[in-house]
Structure formats: C-alpha cells, structure tokens
C-alpha cells in the first residue's frame, strides 16, 4: 500500500521551473548581466537566487558574483534582458497542464504563490491565459504589499492560503508544490506539505521536503487523499 500523508483540501503552487519551463531564461538573462561585469553566473549564485523575490534574487547574484553594482541597478537592467528572453513562448513542464486541469476538475480549491514582479508575470505567462484563470488566485511576491519577506520565509504561502474564499482550517491540509529550496522551506515554515520537484541543479540535501519527485508526471494525487486521476 502507497505511504499515505495527511489529507489535502487546498493546493498552491509556485511557477518558475515547476509550471512553466522558465530557468533556462533567467539563467540566460543572467548571465549576460554577469558578463556584461566581467563575472560569471556560477551554480552557486543560481541556488541561492531561485525563488526569491526580484529584490532577494538581485543581492545573491550581486554577492555571489562580485558584481559592482547596486540591487536598484541590478533590477532596471535585467527588466530589458527578461522582455527579450520571455518574448517567445514558454512550454509547459510535463505534468503541469494535467494536474492543474485535474485539481480544477475536482473541485481543488488552487493559487499560485510565485515570487515573480507582475511585469515579468504578464511576459510568461501572456502564452497561456486560460490556464492562468484556472486558479482561485495568484499572489506574485516581488510586487505584493501584504508578503514582507520573501522566500524562504513563509509568508507568501500563508498569504494565499489566507485568501482562497474558504480558506483552509489547518496548514497541514495545504499542499505545496515546489521546484526551489528556498521555496521548499518557505513552505515547511508556513506549516504546509511540500512535494518538491527539483530542479536539476538543486541541492537536495539542503531542504526537508514532505515528498521529493523527479516530476509532476509522477505525482500520484491519492497519497495525499486527493481524487485519483481518471
């Protein structure tokens, strides 16, 4: 018998590198920033910068890669480096359309919780907007008022727990979906499930996941007592 977890009533989901298959963007538009300075964009900054807000992912790279400039610097010149990479459009992860239409169907209450700005939102996501609408809501990070720290700290994760129209009545019962050890922990500290599907340069070691998966292909939904796929 599968091992099975506590019972699920709400799902959120984070975007970058677990939805839409981002990373390779950034890591693009990042890396010509650090050239542009003479640096290089190591593995070492990738880590510590996926799944920050634009403010906390703009300080790793400029500590880890010694660039000389200032976060605000950083922030203005990567806005015209993101609207050249995100132009095109940004294929789906395996699994992702699949389980997002399944939750849907089944009367999951789902959000997303990313760390995006809202101007870099709208470029990935302009492909896909009736996926989009599929979710109860989306608390972008970087832009919104109420999350006063980013990842990984928890306050994103409990923020759109706390606005789905009934929200749930204990943390344990909400789901997370991660590619990101910043955001793995962000929801390990809201008291939430996590199930991490890391990405390939992550560190797995360096967070304690409810479940770690190679893919959202491979999520089975009755583990966490959640309709079965069909």
């Not at 199930?195 to 190679?214: H, K, Q, R, Y």
Request: proline share 7%; glycine share 6%; with cysteine.
């Amino acid at each position: 018998m599968a091992q099975q977890f506590h019972p699920i009533t709400h799902v959120v989901f984070d975007m970058d590198g677990l939805l839409l298959n981002t990373e390779p963007r950034y890591e693009k538009a990042i890396g010509q920033m650090c050239r542009k300075y003479g640096s290089e964009y190591t593995l070492e900054a990738k880590r510590e910068a996926m799944g920050r807000t634009a403010v906390g992912s703009a300080e790793a790279v400029i500590n880890k890669c010694n660039l000389p400039i200032t976060v605000d610097q950083f922030i203005d010149e990567i806005e015209a480096m993101y609207a050249a990479v995100f132009e095109e459009y940004i294929e789906f992860l395996p699994g992702a359309e699949k389980l997002v239409d399944h939750l849907k169907q089944s009367n999951i209450p789902i959000a997303i919780a990313t760390s995006s700005k809202n101007s870099t939102f709208k470029l990935k996501s302009k492909h896909h907007g009736k996926f989009f609408e599929l979710f109860h809501h989306i608390v972008r990070g970087s832009d919104d008022p109420d999350v006063k720290n980013g990842k990984p700290a928890p306050d994103i994760f409990l923020i759109a727990a706390n606005r789905f129209e009934s929200p749930p009545k204990d943390m344990k019962s909400v789901l997370v979906f991660e590619d990101s050890a910043n955001g793995v922990k962000a929801g390990i500290a809201a008291g939430m499930q996590v199930v991490w599907i890391p990405a390939e340069c992550t560190d797995t070691s360096t967070a304690n996941a409810t479940l770690i998966l190679p893919s959202l292909e491979k999520f089975d939904p009755t583990l966490f007592s959640l309709p079965p796929y069909q």
